[in-house]
């Protein structure tokens, strides 16, 4: 594959605590390519949530490169054309990567339609008028278009998710990081919530998806990535991973799950 | 002299009704005063804390421009002497009794300074009033500072990661997501705080304010009286602080239903 499909460079990737006694991450290397949906499982405490939260710098690792569009943004300080040391402006690279949270960190002081529009409003993306268009027009896709004036209090769990999505949609975001989007949920809204995370897929959206939804990682992703101990034991298409799983890690852990 | 408690006590108690009524004004003022200067200094005390100021950061980076994972250099990066002082500040107000706070300013940094001597309203006397109200206010904006800084800091980190995965800056993030939540968690603390303050400004009769407690002490050196201007200032502290409570508390429910469903 071509160097300029390559959307996210990860090379070596090292969060260390207390001098290395703790590494929730240890030398995680992959790189992600544009539409790939890249689906992280692994046990709990592997670093599959801080690879991802690492990703847009939630979490700032301790050591490793991170490319986003070939710029190293764990830098503090990047050379500029002129090659001159300028600071990285990480918000403008956030901008292009959006988050969906276990939990879904709606604003509760602001409506439906006010989460959706005040970035791109504030961030001088859109104007008011367009963003409220746009908010509109996304609520309707993912079938809430009557809830726009309601506060998340008055969401129910898969609907909150949901409205948290398209909030990330709003940015046009280049890749979307899903970090246990339907942990928090009741099993019977699960569904709706993976139903509009296919159609993104589907519709050539990166993603990188942080679940224990295997039945999803089969069905969407088209790379599986096997984490624990910080570090990523396996990985490759679903159909490699689940059917002919090769690290007796990996064996154990579906053992369990499946 | 007679019983502790007797009609005739009262009686020449209230023949002093003029000093209660003068007290009530003074204590009102100085409460009110101490609010809103305590509040500012606590809203200051409070953005100094909460300063990103690190003159050794360079420190936590080592040679490869990496964030060190420990250690002393680690440790010393993070030193912030803004915020540190301002903490030594919160500390020993809170660690000291207001009553020697309150002398200290009076004896001390208002004989350095002169206050010009006039009366306002007639009878409230600036040079002793004022020193009150500073020392009230440096006393309150401490615990007010609290009071913010653990409003800031009780908002879910959910919040703000998800402001700033948005795009939002950090003070972005703080305007429009964390501040206007935490004021509305921390408007009933505020509130009580006021309440407390009519109360403990009774301290300022020591430093010869003539407020609700200057009051009674005048009426017990004119008539030898002290439970019954006592129990009138009692009732005087009681009707001017329960009340305020209980309005404070119907605007609390009023204003958590629009949080609800």
């Known amino acids: ?258 | 002299m007679g019983s502790m408690i007797s009609q005739a006590g009262f009686d020449l108690t209230f023949k002093y009704v003029k000093l209660f009524e003068q007290g009530i004004v003074v204590t009102v003022m100085l409460a009110l005063f101490t609010v809103i200067f305590g509040f500012l200094l606590g809203i200051l005390l409070c953005i100094l804390r909460m300063t990103d100021i690190r003159p050794f950061r360079f420190l936590a980076i080592d040679r490869n421009g990496r964030l060190r994972d420990g250690g002393i250099l680690l440790t010393l990066s993070k030193f912030n002497p803004v915020s540190f002082l301002a903490t030594c500040y919160v500390e020993v107000i809170r660690s000291t009794p207001v009553l020697v706070q309150i002398l200290i300013i009076y004896h001390g940094l208002f004989k350095a300074i002169s206050l010009p001597k006039f009366t306002f309203f007639g009878f409230i006397s600036f040079e002793r009033f004022f020193p009150g109200v500073v020392a009230l206010a440096m006393n309150s904006g401490a615990y007010l500072c609290e009071i913010i800084r653990s409003g800031i800091q009780s908002i879910d980190g959910g919040q703000s990661e998800a402001a700033r995965s948005l795009g939002l800056s950090r003070g972005q993030t703080m305007l429009h997501i964390v501040l206007p939540q935490a004021i509305r968690n921390i408007l009933p603390a505020i509130a009580n705080e006021f309440v407390v303050i009519i109360k403990e400004s009774a301290i300022c009769y020591t430093i010869g304010v003539q407020d609700i407690m200057a009051a009674v002490e005048a009426v017990r050196g004119a008539t030898f009286r002290i439970m019954e201007p006592l129990l009138v200032a009692t009732a005087l502290y009681f009707c001017l602080c329960f009340p305020t409570s209980k309005i404070i508390a119907y605007v609390e429910r009023r204003m958590s239903r629009g949080s609800k469903r």
């Open chain 1, 1 to 258: 594959m071509a160097a300029n499909d390559k959307l996210i460079q990860v090379k070596d990737l090292k969060k260390h605590y207390n001098k290395g006694v703790i590494r929730a991450l240890d030398g995680v290397t992959v790189d992600i390519c544009k539409g790939d949906v890249m689906v992280v499982i692994g046990p709990s405490g592997s670093g599959k949530s801080t690879f991802l939260r690492s990703l847009n710098l939630t979490e700032e690792p301790t050591g490793g490169e991170i490319l986003f569009h070939g710029v190293d943004i764990t830098k503090k300080k990047i050379p500029n054309e002129k090659g001159k040391l300028v600071k990285l402006d990480l918000d403008k690279h956030r901008q292009k990567m959006g988050m969906v949270f276990q939990h879904f960190n709606l604003f509760p002081h602001k409506t439906i339609l006010e989460n959706m529009t005040l970035a791109p409003v504030k961030l001088k993306k859109l104007s008011k008028a367009d963003a409220e268009a746009k908010a509109k027009s996304l609520l309707e896709r993912v079938g809430l278009a009557d809830r726009a004036a309601a506060y998340p209090i008055q969401l129910s769990g898969g609907q909150k998710q949901r409205v948290a999505i398209v909030r990330a949609l709003m940015m046009e975001p280049e890749v979307m990081l899903f970090d246990e989007p339907t942990s928090a949920l009741d099993p019977e809204m699960v569904g709706e919530v993976l139903e509009v995370m296919k159609e993104l897929a589907s519709e050539g959206m990166t993603m990188v998806v942080v679940t224990h939804e295997m039945g999803f990682a089969r069905e969407v992703g088209n790379r599986v990535l096997f984490m624990d101990e910080g570090k990523i034991l396996e990985q490759g298409a679903p159909s490699e991973i689940f059917d002919s799983p090769k690290h007796p890690r990996l064996q154990d852990f579906l053992s369990k799950v499946l």
